[in-house]
């Protein structure tokens, strides 16, 4: 079965600095999808970002960007200018490729991020 | 367009009842996906609903059911609630039943067994 960890329960950043959030998976498919979602104190799962393994480009959405690297397992999310709304629990998470099917989200644990003004 | 919206918010049950929760999925989003939320055990799907189909299932006992409407509205009923099923229960909606959808969260029903 796949599995997401994410080795940082809690992480913290400056106001306009950069942070790196980790996640590692464990599969042995070659395609598959990875995701960043992030879970503010009001509960709601926001996407943020988007990676499918046979893409070599990393995925960016304006501050967010990911460091995709396929053979080591590994997905970590990079956010520069962090601003206060950016404060929230990020979960990463993995989705198997199913021919004429669906495969589940597989959820990491998660990590905390504080952003201190 | 509005999002995935779920209803109640929030619930308290006694253990031995029941409950149903309710989802909306993203107007045009066909397939709806349940999972729940836990400190302890993180977040676990539940079941996934396509064409008024149950397409997949999570590893959950039997009190743990759902089903999808023509409208694709989704609901799911826990039976002979226990205080394990205290959780948040999430919603998510993708356009189209596959891997390759990306998913889309509603707020989430807290439920709270006492």
């Known amino acids: 079965a796949q599995t997401v960890t994410q080795s940082q329960p809690e992480m913290s950043v400056q106001e306009a600095e950069t942070v790196t959030l980790s996640c590692t998976y464990d599969?042995?498919?070659?395609?598959?999808?990875l995701f960043w979602y992030k879970q503010p104190p009001s509960r709601q799962m926001i996407l943020v970002i988007r990676?499918?393994?046979?893409?070599?480009q990393n995925a960016t959405e304006n501050r967010f960007s990911v460091n995709f690297q396929k053979a080591a397992k590994s997905f970590s999310l990079k956010i520069s200018d962090s601003q206060l709304g950016d404060a929230a629990m990020y979960f990463c998470?993995?989705?198997?490729?199913?021919?004429?099917?669906?495969?589940?989200?597989?959820f990491g644990k998660g990590t905390k991020l504080t952003v201190n003004p | 367009k509005a999002g995935v919206t779920q209803t109640p918010r929030y619930l308290i049950k006694t253990r031995g009842q029941q409950v149903t929760l309710s989802c909306s999925p993203i107007?045009?989003?066909?397939?709806v996906s349940w999972y729940q939320q836990t400190p302890g055990q993180g977040l676990q799907f539940l079941f996934e609903?396509?064409?008024?189909?149950?397409?997949n299932k999570g590893n959950f006992p039997g009190r743990f059911s759902g089903r999808q409407f023509s409208n694709s509205r989704s609901e799911m009923n826990v039976s002979t609630l226990e205080l394990g099923d205290s959780a948040l229960y999430l919603c998510?909606?993708?356009?189209?039943?596959?891997?390759?959808?990306?998913?889309?969260f509603g707020p989430g029903t807290r439920l709270l067994v006492l």
């Open positions: 998510a909606s993708s356009l189209v039943f596959g891997s390759q959808e990306t998913q889309y």
């Open positions: 599969t042995s498919e070659s395609d598959y999808y």
């Open positions: 990676q499918e393994a046979y893409k070599q």
């Open positions: 998470a993995y989705r198997g490729f199913a021919q004429g099917g669906s495969e589940k989200l597989v």
């Open positions: 107007s045009g989003h066909r397939s």
């Open positions: 609903y396509f064409s008024e189909t149950q397409r």
